[in-house]
């Protein structure tokens, strides 16, 4: 392989372990509903320049996604997604104008608890789940995506609470995360962000996520709606524990 296809930043052996793990988090998304987005963030942030990490995980995951969203299209409440839209292009545009380094335990915290609470509390009120709750979950969560790349757990949450079918679910996440992506491209390209460099290395990164998410559905296929449920609900408190214990370490109340 073309050495040249991989940043500097990165170098060839670190890319190809990437270019595989994009490939298996797109196939646990898929199976499991949510987390591989997460995890994929946390190894990209191992290697990749601080700088250069949100916005080329912003491109990749919406490459992605918007992969699950063709594979799994009859499957979309638009319903929801026409709620949704609105929220987003509110919440990046008022990400944009406050571009600034916000407390990250906060966002982390903030994040972990609702989606312990989506998963585990009550039930929320079924105006929750009308066009005006739809919008301001989509305005929130696209807001602080633009500051820690990681909000898919807690809209994935937030999705299942309206959804009890995993196809359904599954579907209409990944349909939202594409919008909520979406901006990202043109708010870095105005901060200053070059993503030319890293171009090829995104495509390719696109390419082995859709081979992952087609295994992942094949996967998803064999599950009842109420194992998927269960799963969910576990992959999404592992991923709130893990924030949870970021935000220790980000406030340093531990060390």
């Not at 942030?45 to 299209?73: C, D, E, F, K």
């Not at 915290?109 to 585990?120: E, P």
């Not at 087609?214 to 709130?240: E, Q």
Request: charged letters at 10%; proline letters at 5%; aromatic letters at 12%.
């Amino acid at each position: 392989m073309d050495l040249m296809f991989f940043p500097d930043a990165l170098g060839p052996t670190v890319g190809i372990f990437l270019l595989l793990a994009s490939a298996l988090t797109s196939m646990i998304t898929a199976t499991l509903g949510a987390g591989g987005g997460v995890l994929l963030l946390v190894l990209m942030a191992t290697w990749m320049p601080p700088a250069a990490i949100i916005p080329v995980h912003g491109m990749i995951q919406l490459g992605s996604n918007a992969g699950r969203a063709t594979l799994t299209r009859r499957h979309i409440d638009w319903s929801v997604i026409a709620a949704f839209a609105p929220g987003v292009l509110v919440g990046a545009a008022l990400g944009a104008w406050l571009l600034v380094d916000l407390p990250e335990y906060l966002w982390q915290l903030t994040i972990a608890l609702f989606v312990l609470y989506l998963c585990w509390g009550p039930k929320l009120p079924k105006a929750s789940f009308g066009k005006p709750g739809i919008f301001l979950a989509s305005s929130f969560t696209s807001f602080i995506s633009l500051f820690v790349g990681a909000t898919g757990p807690l809209v994935a949450a937030f999705i299942k609470q309206i959804h009890t079918d995993r196809f359904r679910t599954v579907a209409t996440f990944a349909t939202a995360m594409v919008l909520q992506h979406a901006p990202k491209a043109l708010v870095f390209t105005v901060a200053g962000f070059v993503f030319t460099e890293w171009l090829p290395f995104i495509l390719a990164m696109i390419a082995c996520g859709f081979a992952g998410t087609w295994i992942g559905l094949h996967l998803l296929k064999t599950m009842s709606n109420r194992w998927f449920s269960w799963v969910f609900n576990i992959a999404l408190t592992l991923l709130a524990l893990r924030l949870l214990w970021q935000a220790a370490m980000s406030s340093g109340l531990v060390s």
